[in-house]
């Protein structure tokens, strides 16, 4: 029995999300699989991998061959350099901590209301000039 590291789809059309997975080579792509040992959200911005390291060295030691998209990822993880002795790549970049934005105070916001803004209607307008061309007719 062949044994294949390969993606599982999950997910809605447009957002999908797949799990790495170890499979007969025989099954579909989404079906039975004997282990799950990582993750992988494309769609996140950077885009989020997760794999076990330990299950991944112990299925690449056993025979399992993964396929071209698990090997790329498994490349940029390291976990394929460590698996083969090569020198392990640059880490991967973690999202950024956005800053908070400053407060209303810290920018030097007055606590002083300065009363609400408020538009005329335009119907209370119509009415007025409607009584002003009135009052003029009779004059």
Do not use: C
Request: net charge positive; proline share 7%.
């Amino acid at each position: 029995m062949a044994v294949k590291i390969k993606l599982k789809r999950l997910g809605k059309i447009r957002s999908p999300h797949y799990r790495i997975v170890v499979a007969d080579s025989r099954t579909r792509r989404d079906g039975r699989a004997i282990e799950e040992i990582g993750l992988y959200h494309p769609v996140q911005n950077p885009s989020r991998m997760e794999v076990d390291a330990e299950r991944v060295a112990y299925w690449l030691s056993v025979g399992a061959q993964p396929t071209e998209p698990v090997l790329a990822i498994l490349k940029k993880t390291g976990d394929w350099q460590k698996f083969k002795g090569e020198p392990a790549p640059a880490p991967l970049l973690q999202p950024e901590e956005k800053a908070a934005r400053p407060s209303f105070e810290a920018l030097g916001g007055d606590d002083e209301g300065k009363g609400e803004a408020i538009t005329q209607k335009k119907k209370a307008e119509k009415k007025d000039e409607a009584a002003a061309e009135s009052e003029s007719a009779e004059a």
